[in-house]
Nanobody, 115 residues
Framework: QVQLVESGGGVVQPGGSLRLSCAASGFIFRGSSMAWYRQAPGAQREFVAAISSGATTDYADSAKGRFTISRDNAKNTVYLQMNNLQPEDTAVYYC?????????WGQGTQVTVSS
């Protein structure tokens, strides 16, 4: 079955950086669009970034210029490099299959931006 395991979350100060990773298994990763979503406390889950099987990327306005999504098909892994993090980026970040039409979800990794 599909398994998505996120890692790389943590606590960082405003202006800091984190790199999230998502190890995927149970499906043909190289042929699948992948995405990151997030859910802040008391809010709905929202789209952050997506990458197609051909490595075309798509970002939410809040992520443009600060976040970079990438993939390594040899490692069945998708990444989210997050720079200049701000307190409003605090959320649980989820790796999903399917890009903007999410299918399977990982368990999430907590990102907290606080001074």
């Amino acid at each position: 079955q599909v398994q998505l395991v996120e890692s790389g979350g943590g606590v960082v100060q405003p202006g800091g950086s984190l790199r999230l990773s998502c190890a995927a298994s149970g499906f043909i990763f190289r042929g699948s669009s992948m995405a990151w979503y997030r859910q802040a406390p008391g809010a709905q889950r929202e789209f952050v970034a997506a990458i197609s099987s051909g490595a075309t990327t798509d970002y939410a306005d809040s992520a443009k210029g600060r976040f970079t999504i990438s993939r390594d098909n040899a490692k069945n892994t998708v990444y989210l490099q997050m720079n200049n993090l701000q307190p409003e980026d605090t959320a649980v970040y989820y790796c999903v299959t399917g890009g903007r039409r999410p299918g399977s979800w990982g368990q999430g990794t907590q990102v907290t931006v606080s001074s």
